[in-house]
């Protein structure tokens, strides 16, 4: 199997049907699983045989018509599993979700863009493939869009809420936590890849392990993701958690990327208050609340990731890197980037070799 994956007794089929159809499996019903083996599912197995999408290792093969790509999953626990992602679709998707009372506790920690195929197909921005983490509660879209030719590379940790309270002190002093543990209101949270959570993701894409322990192994890998993400979380200084719409959040992302279209500096805040339509006070603190930092933090810390996946990715030396993103002093740019990155561009260079 390609990442080494074994097939797991609780190893998931995540199943994409012909193209005149839907996706008729949401993550709702996906994480909602109640059955020992999501593969011994009567539901799945009927599903795979009247789409006639194949499963090979464990793994759902996309047919060329839907898109390219495949996906996986892996059952840790009725509280725990994870999907993995390697696609790309040819028409847009969407799908509805019900939420009930049982399924309204389950939190998505996605890990998007967390794997980077040498063939990258899309040719897209970089703005598109951004590394990043995002948390919900998964009830909280009615409706879930997966948009054509798009690069859908992520690892999806689907677990409930009871299952992180088990991991987090009872007394834990943090109101980002207690929110988070208690899912008893809508949330969003994302922060950008840090390096520790690049290298913990390769590991368990990678992973080829006995298989007597791989339940074992997958497990601690979730929890090891999971806890350098809320690691993440818990750095932000004064965290707002505050009710949010769908509508606020969908303009929130529209201002980021309109952020990270910009090459040079971003945009003044009165420029994006008016493009988001919102005061200037609401949308610096709706960016805040998602993102943990200011837009000018959140543009600096976005820039110096892509210098960082430059000098490892396509090998460009450290001053090619500083002049493609507009600095004329490279002490500057020696600044931010050990600032945002936590060491020297010329030292991450060095090992990443």
């Given at each position: 199997m390609r990442a080494g994956f074994r097939k797991l007794p609780g190893k998931a089929a995540f199943l994409l049907e012909k193209p005149a159809l839907s996706l008729n499996l949401s993550?709702?019903?996906?994480?909602?699983?109640?059955?020992?083996?999501?593969?011994?599912?009567?539901?799945?197995?009927?599903?795979?045989?009247?789409?006639?999408?194949p499963i090979v290792d464990g793994k759902v093969i996309l047919q060329p018509a839907i898109g390219v790509g495949w996906?996986?999953?892996?059952?840790?626990?009725?509280?725990l599993k994870i999907l993995i992602r390697n696609f790309q679709l040819r028409k847009n998707?969407?799908?509805?979700?019900?939420?009930?009372?049982?399924?309204?506790?389950?939190?998505?920690?996605?890990?998007?863009?967390?794997?980077?195929n040498p063939e990258d197909l899309s040719g897209g921005p970089e703005k598109s493939r951004l590394p990043s983490v995002l948390l919900t509660t998964i009830g909280w879209q009615d409706q879930?869009?997966?948009?054509?030719?798009?690069?859908?590379?992520?690892?999806?940790?689907?677990?409930?809420?009871?299952?992180?309270?088990?991991?987090?002190?009872?007394?834990?002093?943090?109101?980002?936590?207690?929110?988070?543990?208690?899912?008893?209101r809508p949330i969003l949270f994302e922060e950008l890849f840090s390096p520790r959570i690049?290298?913990?993701?390769?590991?368990?894409?990678?992973?080829?392990?006995?298989?007597a322990l791989e339940k074992m192994f997958y497990r601690s890998k979730a929890d090891e993701l999971i806890y350098l993400f809320l690691a993440e979380l818990l750095k932000r200084k004064?965290?707002?958690?505050?009710?949010?719409?769908?509508?606020?959040?969908?303009?929130?992302?529209?201002?980021?990327?309109?952020i990270l279209d910009c090459s040079s500096s971003a945009p003044p805040i009165k420029e994006l208050a008016s493009f988001a339509g919102m005061s200037e006070a609401k949308l610096q603190r709706l960016f805040k609340q998602v993102f943990g930092s200011t837009i000018y933090a959140y543009y600096q810390s976005a820039r110096m990731r892509e210098a960082a996946r430059l000098i490892r990715e396509q090998r460009l030396?450290?001053?090619?890197?500083?002049?493609?993103?507009?600095?004329?002093?490279?002490?500057?740019?020696?600044?931010?980037?050990?600032?945002?990155?936590?060491?020297?561009?010329?030292?991450?260079?060095?090992?990443?070799?």
């Amino acid at each position: 199997m390609r990442a080494g994956f074994r097939k797991l007794p609780g190893k998931a089929a995540f199943l994409l049907e012909k193209p005149a159809l839907s996706l008729n499996l949401s993550y709702l019903e996906i994480a909602g699983q109640q059955l020992s083996t999501m593969t011994e599912s009567p539901f799945l197995i009927a599903l795979a045989a009247s789409v006639g999408v194949p499963i090979v290792d464990g793994k759902v093969i996309l047919q060329p018509a839907i898109g390219v790509g495949w996906l996986t999953g892996i059952e840790v626990s009725d509280q725990l599993k994870i999907l993995i992602r390697n696609f790309q679709l040819r028409k847009n998707w969407q799908q509805r979700q019900m939420v009930n009372k049982d399924n309204s506790r389950i939190l998505s920690i996605a890990f998007h863009h967390v794997f980077r195929n040498p063939e990258d197909l899309s040719g897209g921005p970089e703005k598109s493939r951004l590394p990043s983490v995002l948390l919900t509660t998964i009830g909280w879209q009615d409706q879930v869009t997966i948009p054509a030719n798009v690069e859908m590379r992520s690892i999806i940790i689907i677990v409930h809420a009871d299952y992180l309270s088990q991991l987090v002190a009872p007394d834990a002093d943090s109101d980002l936590l207690q929110a988070i543990t208690s899912a008893d209101r809508p949330i969003l949270f994302e922060e950008l890849f840090s390096p520790r959570i690049q290298e913990a993701a390769n590991e368990l894409l990678q992973a080829n392990v006995p298989p007597a322990l791989e339940k074992m192994f997958y497990r601690s890998k979730a929890d090891e993701l999971i806890y350098l993400f809320l690691a993440e979380l818990l750095k932000r200084k004064e965290p707002v958690i505050k009710a949010l719409n769908i509508a606020d959040a969908k303009m929130i992302y529209q201002v980021r990327d309109k952020i990270l279209d910009c090459s040079s500096s971003a945009p003044p805040i009165k420029e994006l208050a008016s493009f988001a339509g919102m005061s200037e006070a609401k949308l610096q603190r709706l960016f805040k609340q998602v993102f943990g930092s200011t837009i000018y933090a959140y543009y600096q810390s976005a820039r110096m990731r892509e210098a960082a996946r430059l000098i490892r990715e396509q090998r460009l030396t450290v001053s090619e890197v500083g002049y493609r993103l507009g600095y004329s002093n490279m002490s500057h740019f020696t600044r931010f980037f050990e600032t945002h990155i936590g060491i020297k561009p010329k030292k991450f260079a060095l090992s990443n070799k």
